[in-house]
């Protein structure tokens, strides 16, 4: 891909870290892995900042990684429009600068990057056109996924032959433990990361790793789960570094993981909870067994998207497998009201390693960056009168 290729993605951080996360590991592979000339505009930079501390969140313009970032503010600058123009989660343009692409000879590909859904209408929607009610504009849906049909996932170059190399070393791993303050694992512990929203199983959960037959390790990032924790040990709150104990249980405060070093922390773990959008689809990639916290919806269609995933992620297991995935996950999701069958889940944790090996396999072939070029250079190869 050629360097005088331009793009630019917008993005309104809603869920503090998801959007962000999403559309940070987008520019910089577009930029690292294809050679495009990405601005990234981002109207909450402090939040930004937790993800990349080198952010400066002062700053109207800067450089990291490879990649332009500017701080999307009002008034909003004028700036020509880039070839690809991607705004992410529908988070509405610019006026000025959508009359600036409508202004130009060749028109720019226009694509809104959609949540990730695994709902069967996903695929019917996936490149779907949406012409401009006045101007001589198109915007395409673009909708990431899990099926053929669909944009694929966020997936970099090697992830996967980078984590096994990680998993198959004990002393990479080792290190890793080390730069966090982390011991090494006892013999037969299970060691597990929490980055999940504010979640009424969670003392339930806790209360159960006390009890368990063989030692548990918690890891918790910084984040919106400490005050729960803080609760369950009878503290006001806590801090990272802090480490508590109770029975069989070890809870390690982390300080907030930067993205950079996040995989690693997936991948070192034998079990993974994780939330949102963006560490859910890294902890597929990880490989490990892992419990999604779905963002959490007033009119409960979430609970529908998280049906649907499973329907698809459990596809192939045998049915008292995915009965324990589905009673586990539906009790921290709160679609149930009972405490989280965590014993179930340890009774299959070696099938569900292999299966979680095999599903990271089998989406690896749909990349979101690469079938997103693909459609960009379909339809800016598109005569006018056929747009």
Request: glycine share 6%; proline share 7%; with cysteine.
């Amino acid at each position: 891909m050629s360097k005088l290729l331009a793009c630019d993605i917008f993005c309104a951080v809603v869920d503090n870290y998801g959007d962000i996360g999403v559309c940070w590991r987008l520019a910089k592979q577009l930029s690292n892995e294809h050679g495009m000339a990405v601005r990234l505009w981002v109207d909450d930079l402090a939040s930004f900042r937790k993800l990349c501390p080198e952010i400066d969140s002062e700053l109207p313009a800067q450089h990291s990684h490879g990649v332009k970032i500017r701080h999307w503010i009002a008034p909003f600058p004028e700036v020509e429009p880039a070839h690809l123009v991607i705004e992410a989660f529908a988070c509405e343009l610019p006026g000025s600068y959508v009359m600036a692409m409508a202004a130009q000879k060749h028109k720019p590909v226009w694509l809104n990057l959609e949540y990730l859904s695994a709902e069967n209408w996903v695929e019917g929607c996936h490149k779907l056109p949406s012409p401009h009610p006045r101007l001589p504009l198109v915007k395409y849906f673009f909708f990431p996924g899990f099926t053929p049909r669909t944009g694929g996932l966020l997936l970099e170059h090697a992830l996967l032959a980078r984590r096994d190399a990680f998993q198959r070393d004990p002393r990479s791993i080792a290190a890793y433990w080390n730069t966090l303050g982390v011991p090494l694992p006892e013999p037969n512990e299970t060691r597990i990361s929490m980055f999940c929203y504010e979640n009424l199983a969670l003392p339930g959960l806790l209360a159960a790793w006390t009890g368990a037959s063989a030692p548990i390790c918690c890891l918790v990032p910084e984040g919106r789960a400490l005050p729960q924790v803080a609760s369950f040990f009878g503290r006001e709150r806590i801090t990272p570094g802090e480490t508590f104990g109770c029975g069989n249980l070890r809870v390690q405060v982390l300080p907030f993981v930067e993205q950079e070093r996040y995989d690693e922390l997936l991948w070192a773990c034998d079990i993974n909870f994780v939330r949102g959008e963006d560490s859910c689809v890294r902890a597929q990639w990880a490989g490990r067994p892992f419990v999604w916290h779905i963002y959490p919806q007033h009119d409960g269609v979430h609970m529908q998207k998280l049906r649907a995933f499973m329907a698809l992620y459990c596809a192939g297991l045998q049915p008292d497998v995915t009965q324990a995935l589905h009673d586990l996950w539906a009790a921290w999701n709160g679609e149930v009201k009972s405490k989280p069958e965590w014993n179930n889940l340890l009774a299959y944790q070696s099938v569900l390693q292999q299966h979680a090996h095999d599903w990271a396999q089998q989406l690896s072939g749909n990349s979101l960056a690469l079938n997103l070029l693909d459609f960009f250079q379909k339809v800016d190869r598109m005569p006018a009168s056929e747009i």
